[in-house]
Nanobody, 124 residues
């Protein structure tokens, strides 16, 4: 059973925007973080953005600061990643992940629940 479901990927030209969505389909309780990760062909997976269950502790990778915005709608159990001013280096498979506990959402190695990913392709 898939616990996190991503959507919203696609192909855009450089300078364009996309909004990714991640629906948490499992029973969430207590403190947790939801993060967005990406992995380009031949590269390691990297954490892109994270948000705490109460909407605080937002963290971004340096490579996306000022261009990407993470947010959530708790009623819909959905976390969003608004991506603006995209460039070809943002091309990757984007994954949503979650983990429990109150530690920083930027501790990327702690994430244990994963979605199946959505592809983002940015052309020049």
């Amino acid at each position: 059973q898939v616990e996190l479901v991503e959507s919203g990927g696609g192909s855009v030209q450089a300078g364009g925007s996309l909004r990714l969505s991640c629906v948490l389909s499992y029973n969430t309780y207590g403190e947790y973080c939801v993060g967005w990760f990406r992995q380009a062909p031949g590269k390691e997976r990297e954490g892109v953005a994270g948000i705490f269950s109460d909407g605080s502790k937002i963290t971004y990778a340096d490579s996306v600061k000022g261009r990407f915005t993470i947010s959530q709608d708790k009623a819909k159990k959905t976390v969003y990643l608004q991506m603006d001013n995209l460039n070809p280096e943002d091309t990757a498979m984007y994954y949503c992940a979650a983990r429990g506990g109150g530690a920083s959402c930027g501790l990327w190695w702690l994430y244990s629940r994963w979605g199946q990913g959505t592809q983002v392709t940015v052309s020049s």
